[in-house]
Every structure is written in C-alpha cells, then in structure tokens.
C-alpha cells in the first residue's frame, strides 16, 4: 500500500508540532512520531480504522483513526493507496471534520 499526504495534512501536522513545541519539544517529537507511525501502520492494516460517521454522505468512504485520544487521522483507500485527507483535533466539535476535509 502506498500513502499519499495531501498538502492540508502536511501543514496540519506541522502546526500541531509548532504548537506542541510551545509547551514541550520532548511532547512535539513524541506526538509528532506517534502520528506518523500510525500513518505508517495504515501501509499494512489500511481497514484498522472505523468508517467516520460525520462524513457518510461523501462519495469516499472516509474512516478515522484515532492517536493518543487527542487526534483523529482522517483517510480513505483507493485501488493500492491510502490517502490521508486531514488531521483533526478530537476536543473539537466532531462536526468540524467536515471544515478540516480537503479530498
């Protein structure tokens, strides 16, 4: 399986390290890796994750996996690739997802 970053990922995960590092660099490194296994982990188990419930009504099926409680990694599969369509704040709204979603 393939992975595929969209650019909103790329700065999604860099804010959350900017921020991080505000409190703790330690923190932000350890989020930081922590996220990118997950992605990782998505190579070889790419259906781990549930189907998102807020974003059913679009024409991929999105699912949602969730690090640390804190983040969900929003993704879909298509043919041999996993794509990775947005990062989201679990302390959010849930409804935000649909905001933070570029396909």
């Not at 996220?35 to 949602?64: C, G, V, W």
Request: proline content about 4%.
């Amino acid at each position: 399986m393939k992975i595929f970053f969209s650019d909103l990922v790329i700065e999604q995960l860099e804010s959350i390290y900017t921020y991080l590092q505000t409190k703790s660099d330690n923190a932000a490194v350890i989020i930081h890796n922590i996220i990118l296994d997950e992605i990782e982990r998505l190579r070889t188990f790419p259906q781990i994750a549930p189907i998102e419930p807020e974003l059913t009504e679009y024409t991929h099926t999105y699912r949602s996996l969730v690090v640390k409680k804190l983040y969900k990694i929003i993704y879909y599969i298509e043919n041999d690739t996993v794509f990775i369509s947005a990062l989201f704040d679990c302390r959010q709204n849930p409804r935000k997802i649909k905001d933070n979603l570029q396909n």
